[in-house]
């Protein structure tokens, strides 16, 4: 199982990114794909997921109306597409994915794979 992770640079606050995750190893259908952040001296939180079957999207509150996830099924890709960036968004996005991943709350649970982080840095 592999998640690959791209996308991530620098940009001005209130400009956009895409983040790629290619995954491979799995049938992409049965799996939670969710996007996670790490930024510096903070633990990791769940930022957006798309659920196993239904492919339904869900967000962390604080970038609701901004991020936006999606998957490309025939291409094994889910993207995060970040719009208005700010400062606070500055961290290192991690692709994760899990038969189990579920949103509860404002996190997610139940991933089971990881991949490598992009890091994405906003400057204001």
């Known amino acids: 199982v592999q998640l690959q992770a791209s996308g991530g640079g620098l940009v001005q606050a209130g400009g956009s990114l895409r983040l790629s995750c290619v995954v491979s190893?799995?049938?992409?259908?049965?799996?939670?794909i969710g996007w996670f952040r790490q930024a510096p001296g903070k633990e990791r939180e769940g930022v957006s997921l798309?659920?196993?079957?239904?492919?339904?999207?869900y967000y962390k509150n604080s970038v609701k109306g901004r991020f936006t996830i999606s998957s490309d099924n025939s291409k094994n890709v889910v993207y995060l597409q970040m719009d208005n960036l700010g400062p606070e968004d500055t961290a290192i996005y991690y692709c994760?994915?899990?038969?189990?991943?579920?949103?509860?709350?404002?996190?997610?649970?139940?991933?089971?794979?990881w991949g490598k982080g992009t890091l994405v840095t906003v400057s204001s």
């Open positions: 190893g799995f049938t992409f259908d049965d799996y939670g």
């Open positions: 994760a994915a899990g038969v189990a991943a579920v949103w509860v709350g404002d996190d997610i649970y139940g991933v089971k794979y």
């Open positions: 798309i659920s196993s079957g239904d492919g339904k999207p």
